[in-house]
């Protein structure tokens, strides 16, 4: 029992000071970067702290600040690549500065949402990162309430809590009708997630089905799926509605991974990619980059957003005027399966 309690007991100052031989009072001056304290045993004081792996205890300075120097971010999924690259630019910001990002999924689930939140706000972050602008009602007093930055991410289209920062995904999806209308395409064919939970594909949608409502194109086929999105899931998705609606000319894509699995079926058929058959995903993903073909779609900008997200939780990033809106501009890339 002894060496169990042992192996779990915390380090403490006494620790530290006993190995530097130096008092406790002069470790803790040296680990909170406090006092005058010569280069020779602050050196000392820090070999001994990485050699016992030493790690301080910074509830006691929470109590009294109420604060703790992490940044609690919120995301639906870390197997969606949307996430991680935003999740990139918070750390690139946050890396060389006091504040930690710590994540918690919610699987597009509103409660689960409000149980992370929950959670995480009873430590006391310095600021909240989440995604999305729609939340529940106990959600959104939460946030409103917590008393730090809130900053949602990867979409504007609403009225955010604190601060917003993302591309608009209805004025992406209406751009990408636009171009489909353009270049001549004139049978449509949808294919995406069930959009219940994923508020941004719905915008996406309904963006895209103004742009070619207005120039009478229609909507012929639509699919959606459940789950992770993946090259299988494209594959099968394309294979079945190609199968049912043949002489659609036009397939969107929600989403990238889905867009290079049926990009990848319809090249292995012979279609005539590109003129006979366009297609466009969405959200520029770099794993796509070696596949036969470039497919078209929309860089929506997500590690910006997850840098200036960052940069207005540490209070760098102003604002003009009351609208705490960041909105980015998308970026459309025809690649090569578009007229």
Excluded: C
């Excluded at 630019?89 to 689930?109: F, K, N, R």
């Excluded at 397939?251 to 005539?272: A, C, R």
Aim: no cysteine.
């Amino acid at each position: 029992m002894t060496r169990r309690n042992d192996r779990h007991r915390h380090l403490t100052l006494r620790d530290v000071s006993e190995a530097s031989g130096v008092s406790e009072m002069t470790v803790s001056r040296v680990l909170r970067n406090r006092g005058d304290v010569s280069d020779r045993t602050r050196a000392k004081v820090l070999e001994a702290a990485r050699r016992l792996g030493y790690v301080p205890n910074k509830i006691a300075g929470a109590l009294a600040s109420n604060r703790v120097n992490l940044v609690a971010v919120v995301v639906p999924s870390l197997s969606n690549l949307v996430f991680p690259e935003m999740l990139a630019g918070v750390d690139e910001v946050l890396g060389d500065t006091a504040l930690q990002p710590v994540v918690g999924t919610t699987g597009y689930d509103p409660g689960k949402e409000e149980r992370t939140l929950f959670e995480m706000l009873s430590w006391r972050p310095s600021g909240v990162i989440v995604a999305g602008l729609e939340h529940s009602e106990a959600s959104r007093a939460m946030l409103a309430n917590s008393g730090v930055p809130v900053v949602e991410v990867m979409d504007v289209d609403g009225e955010p809590v604190d601060a917003a920062v993302g591309i608009s995904h209805w004025r992406a999806g209406y751009q990408v009708g636009m171009e489909i209308v353009r270049r001549g395409y004139r049978r449509i064919g949808v294919l995406g997630t069930k959009v219940d939970g994923d508020h941004r594909a719905r915008k996406r949608l309904e963006g895209l089905e103004r742009a070619l409502g207005e120039a009478q194109v229609p909507v012929v086929d639509q699919m959606a799926y459940s789950g992770q999105s993946a090259f299988g899931k494209g594959r099968e998705m394309t294979a079945e509605m190609l199968s049912r609606t043949p002489d659609l000319d036009f397939l969107f894509y929600t989403n990238d991974l889905t867009g290079g699995g049926g990009l990848l079926y319809v090249l292995e058929k012979g279609f005539d990619v590109g003129n006979a058959l366009g297609l466009v995903g969405f959200n520029a993903f770099a794993l796509l980059d070696g596949l036969p073909r470039q497919l078209a779609t929309v860089n929506s900008r997500r590690r910006e957003a997850g840098q200036i997200a960052a940069r207005i939780i540490l209070g760098e990033h102003g604002f003009a005027g009351e609208d705490r809106r960041v909105e980015l501009v998308p970026t459309f890339l025809p690649g090569d399966t578009m007229r």
